[in-house]
């Protein structure tokens, strides 16, 4: 069982280029989640979705964008990336009802703007 | 916005030490998870707590949300190495749409 899964690990971008962190669970889960982690710091939630074609705001999505076309797959799109948007990205999901609040991350993808 | 403060934020004992971190708010939460997170990695779940006053035990570490469940603490008996990470608290809201508010998080070294 893979879990969640995240690609790439790692990335290096230039100011004002676009990405998208793909992000894929194999555990059914209906909730899923974006947060981003500031050295130093907790999570921050930018985008999270309650079932496929759902998609809402968290805490911090301005510069993201999401879409949520299958349950499987939540992937995180950068546009016109600056360098505030350098942090560690954390996928996450759940099932819906009483283990809600309980997340499943993936390993993370680290992203550096310059 | 439900916020959740973690105190100490650093933490750097001896083997062998008992220590306990503290996860305060003034807001009242459905459920608290503790996670711990290892550099490199994503926060792994060890426990959640919904009832006010409950207390869970996992090996050496003991886990316990507050009355009003406002509040929970980690209390680790005789760290050890391996229990070096980020050690962070969540919390649940009353909606079960999972956004949880993190705190941000004890950073313990545990040296042998």
């Known amino acids: 069982n893979a879990g969640v899964t995240q690609t790439p690990k790692f990335r290096i971008l230039k100011i004002g280029q676009s990405m998208t962190l793909q992000c894929t669970q194999d555990m059914n889960h209906n909730y899923m989640y974006w947060y981003r982690q500031d050295p130093g710091m907790g999570l921050k939630l930018i985008y999270y979705s309650v079932g496929a074609g759902i998609t809402d705001k968290g805490e911090v999505p301005n510069g993201y964008n999401v879409s949520r076309s299958t349950t499987e797959d939540f992937p995180l799109r950068l546009e016109l990336a600056a360098p505030s948007q350098t942090s560690v990205y954390f996928c996450?999901?759940?099932?819906?009802?009483?283990?809600?609040?309980?997340?499943?991350f993936g390993a993370g993808s680290r992203l550096t703007v310059l | 916005t439900q916020l959740l403060e973690q105190s100490p934020q650093f933490l750097s004992i001896q083997e062998g030490e008992n220590l306990t971190v503290y996860c305060n708010s003034s807001s009242v939460f459905s459920s608290l998870q503790w996670y711990r997170q290892e550099p490199g990695e994503g926060p792994v779940l060890l426990v959640t707590v919904v009832t006010g006053g409950e207390v869970k035990k996992l090996k050496r570490l003991t886990f316990q949300f507050g009355d009003a469940r406002k509040d929970s603490s980690l209390h680790i008996t005789a760290a050890q190495p391996g229990d070096t990470g980020l050690y962070l608290c969540a919390g649940g809201g009353n909606t079960n749409a999972g956004k949880s508010t993190f705190g941000d998080g004890t950073t313990l070294t545990v040296k042998p």
């Open positions: 996450a999901s759940s099932p819906t009802g009483s283990g809600a609040n309980v997340l499943t």
